[in-house]
Antibody, heavy 112, light 107 residues
Framework: EVQVVESGGDLVQPGGSLRLSCAASGIMFSNFNMNWERQAPGKGLEWVSYISVDSNTIYYADSVKGRFTISRDNAKNSLYLQMNSLRAEDTAVYYC?????WGQGTMVTVSS | DIQMTQSPSSLSASVGDRVTITCRASQGIRNDLGWYQQKPGKAPKRLIYAASSLQSGVPSRFSGSGSGTEFTLTISSLQPEDFATYYCLQYNSFPRTFGGGTKVEIK
């Protein structure tokens, strides 16, 4: 059974940093391109970032470009999102998904 | 950026009804579209990928169709567990973009 588990969400002050992790099991992680998506409270879904299987191709939403960094470790079946210079508008549940299977998400709250 | 216009934004329907939700892309996206179901407090669940392919384990009452700029999600006979919010997602080009969502409520 494929399982996806996100972690690392927390309450952080504006301007602060967080590192999110996503661990996948039951599937060949290294075969899949990966994305982070997010959902602000009461709002719709928003794509955040993409990384290819070999980490050679990376894209970011304009809203996070220059502040967030996506990475992966295929040996550890893990995906990461380093989030710097956090803003109130980054408050959301952050999700990763592999082959259409989404994790339960991790909550990031940016507030003083 | 490709804009995804989803309609309606909400609908009321009864158990057993046939329900249709539409997404229109601002430019052609071939069949690079997925449909997702989300229940309150839960993660999204992919129902359809490549516009018309059913995700493993998803009931056959869900179907998708379309190509290019117009896409449809159909629920052939609405069940109590289908009351949720539905989103389309285009993955033809970056940034990936979601439709605004359709909330399916009990009539």
């Amino acid at each position: 059974e494929v399982q996806v588990v996100e972690s690392g969400g927390d309450l952080v002050q504006p301007g602060g940093s967080l590192r999110l992790s996503c661990a996948a099991s039951g599937i060949m992680f290294s075969n899949f391109n990966m994305n982070w998506e997010r959902q602000a409270p009461g709002k719709g879904l928003e794509w955040v970032s993409y990384i290819s299987v070999d980490s050679n191709t990376i894209y970011y939403a304009d809203s996070v470009k220059g502040r967030f960094t996506i990475s992966r470790d295929n040996a550890k079946n893990s995906l990461y999102l380093q989030m710097n210079s956090l803003r109130a508008e980054d408050t959301a549940v952050y999700y990763c998904a592999i082959n259409g299977i989404w994790g339960q998400g991790t909550m990031v709250t940016v507030s003083s | 950026d490709i804009q995804m216009t989803q309609s309606p934004s909400s609908l009321s329907a009864s158990v057993g009804d046939r329900v249709t939700i539409t997404c229109r892309a601002s430019q052609g996206i071939r069949n690079d579209l997925g449909w997702y179901q989300q229940k309150p407090g839960k993660a999204p669940k992919r129902l359809i990928y490549a516009a018309s392919s059913l995700q493993s384990g998803v009931p056959s009452r869900f179907s998708g169709s379309g190509s290019g700029t117009e896409f449809t999600l159909t629920i052939s006979s609405l069940q109590p567990e289908d009351f949720a919010t539905y989103y389309c997602l285009q993955y033809n080009s970056f940034p990936r973009t979601f439709g605004g969502g359709t909330k399916v409520e009990i009539k």
